[in-house]
C-alpha cells in the first residue's frame, strides 16, 4: 500500500531542481539521473507502473501507449503528467520489448521520441487517435501485453479504447480513471484501483 504522505516532492529536491528547471530533464536524458533514482525521491505513478512490470518476470513486454509526453517544461510535470515512457523503456532496455505511443499531437510524439532516443529505448510512433491505432494494430494482428491509456479526459473515449483491447490476454492500465473511466463496466474483471492524483486503475485481463 502507497503512503499518502509520501505523495509530494520533498523541499530539498525542490532546491535542486526548480519547479520548471531544463536541469532535471537533461540530468535524464544525459543519464545523470537515473530512472530509478527518480522513485526514491517520492511517490507517483512509477511503483504502480513498476508493480505491473514485474508481474512479467523479466519476460519481454510490448506497450501501447496511449497519450506521448506532453511537456519537456520540468520536473512538476514529470509527477504530475507521470513520463510512464521512461519506465517502459528502463524494462524494454533491461528485458526486451517494444513500446508503441498513440497520440494526435505531433509536438507530444516528438518529446516521447527525444527522450527515447537519448535514453536508448525504441519507440513506434502512431500518429492519430487512440481507438483507431488500436484497431490498425489489432487488424494487423499486432498483440499488446500492456495498454496504457492515458490520452484525453474524454469517458467516452477511453471507453471506446477499452472496449478494443479488453478481452485481449493483456493489463489495461487507465491514468484519470475517476475522469476516464466513468463509462467502464467494473463487473467481472480484475481491476485494482489506486488513489494517486485522480486515480489509476490496473485491469488485469491474463
Known sequence: MLDPALNKVPDQLLEVYPPDSFDYIASIMSKRLLYSDVDRFWVCRDPIFKEVLNSFDKNPVNILQVGAIETLSGFRWRVSSGWSDIIWGEYINKHGGQLSVVDVDIDHLSHSALVGQNLGYPVALLYGDGADRIDDQ????????????????????TLDQYLKVKDKNCVVIIDDYSIKGTLINEDNINITKHDIFNGIAVIDSR
Open 138 to 157: 489489432n487488424k494487423q494482428g499486432v498483440e499488446y501485453n500492456i495498454y496504457y491509456l492515458d490520452g484525453g479526459n474524454d469517458p467516452q473515449e
